[in-house]
């Protein structure tokens, strides 16, 4: 599961997660940060960040994550946050500077950035997740064979190489557990998503 990176321009004069926080605080409305479109996992993830400790920052959507990102190297907006593997080449030359994932732990990829949680932002977690879905009504043979194939590439040595070298490990689990943990996500961001009042798309 890859986190969600916050990462500023280096001529933007805060340091870290509180010097944004503090600044949005004393500016309500005047800063900006580029994500993707909204309801993506790094709008929430800022959202959320938000709710948690009451500031303003004001979204711009991108429909293309990494656009956005130019767009912030280049100086047009101060605060960009994204998934973490369209950061690390950004942030390991100069380009971008890192304030915080929202993982539980550091990143191997940026050892040197702290989580939100050592910034001062209590339980905050947020990462972007990816898995394999069927349409209901898929025979449940054809589930657990489709579930193996897949268990079985991402232990090729070649795949889990590559993924962890994306900072996104390979976290396999069973067609319940997964179940189980979409069904907690969709609960969790529709909260969010209500008490941001953030309108349908």
Known sequence: MPPNV?????????????????????????L?????????????????????MKFDIVHIGYKNASQGTSDV????????I???????????????????????KRQPLLPDVPTMQETGVPDFEVNSWYGVCAPAGTP?????????DILAAMRVPEVERRLNELGMPPEPTTREEFDKFIRG????????????????Q
């Open 73 to 80: 190297i280049a100086g047009q907006l101060p605060v960009n």
């Open 6 to 30: 916050i990462a500023v321009h280096p001529s933007v004069p805060f340091k870290t997660i509180k010097d944004l926080i503090g600044y949005a605080k004393a500016n309500p409305g005047k």
């Open 82 to 104: 994204t998934n973490i593997p369209f950061l690390v080449a950004p942030i390991q030359a100069g380009q971008l500077r890192a304030l915080g994932v929202a993982s539980a």
């Open 140 to 148: 449940a043979a054809l589930l657990d064979k489709l579930h193996a």
């Open 32 to 52: 900006s940060y580029a994500a993707s479109t909204p309801g993506t996992s790094p709008h929430l993830t800022m959202e959320l960040l938000k709710l948690r």
């Open 185 to 200: 996500e969709i609960a969790r961001w529709a909260q969010v998503i209500r008490d941001a009042k953030i309108p349908k």
